[in-house]
Nanobody, 123 residues
Framework: VQLQAFGGGLVQAGGSLRLSCAAS?????WGWFRQTPGHAREFVAA????????YYSGSVKGRFTLSRDNAENTVTLQMNSLKPEDTAIYYC????????????????????WGQGTQVTVSS
């Protein structure tokens, strides 16, 4: 499965951006992670098909919304009320496995990764 991410860019604090990711095949669990220089990759959000279930890190909960389109094999991360500390390279990730809830925030459980897209929030 190949992933292609779209969106990102430069925005002022308090603004919004939308990231999307498209997969060439079926995806069970979608995830978004971010990384800044010198730091480990950080979990941002994930969504499973059941219910559907969405999961957010504490730092983005209430500001970011993740949704998926199973027919189109896409996922969208709507980011509102952006803060300078949200600045990072954002990566979409996908798994075709029936990932259990405790595995969702762990990047090692995702088999496929997008190329990364830069999000910069100015103060």
């Amino acid at each position: 499965v190949q992933l292609q991410a779209f969106g990102g860019g430069l925005v002022q604090a308090g603004g919004s951006l939308r990231l999307s990711c498209a997969a060439s095949g079926r995806v069970y669990t979608w995830g978004w992670f971010r990384q800044t220089p010198g730091h480990a990759r950080e979990f941002v959000a994930a969504i499973r098909p059941s219910n559907p279930s969405t999961y957010y890190s504490g730092s983005v909960k209430g500001r970011f919304t993740l949704s998926r389109d199973n027919a189109e094999n896409t996922v969208t991360l709507q980011m509102n009320s952006l803060k300078p500390e949200d600045t990072a390279i954002y990566y979409c990730a996908a798994s075709q496995s029936r990932m259990i809830q405790s595995s969702v925030p762990i990047d090692a459980y995702y088999e496929f990764w997008g190329q990364g897209t830069q999000v910069t929030v100015s103060s």
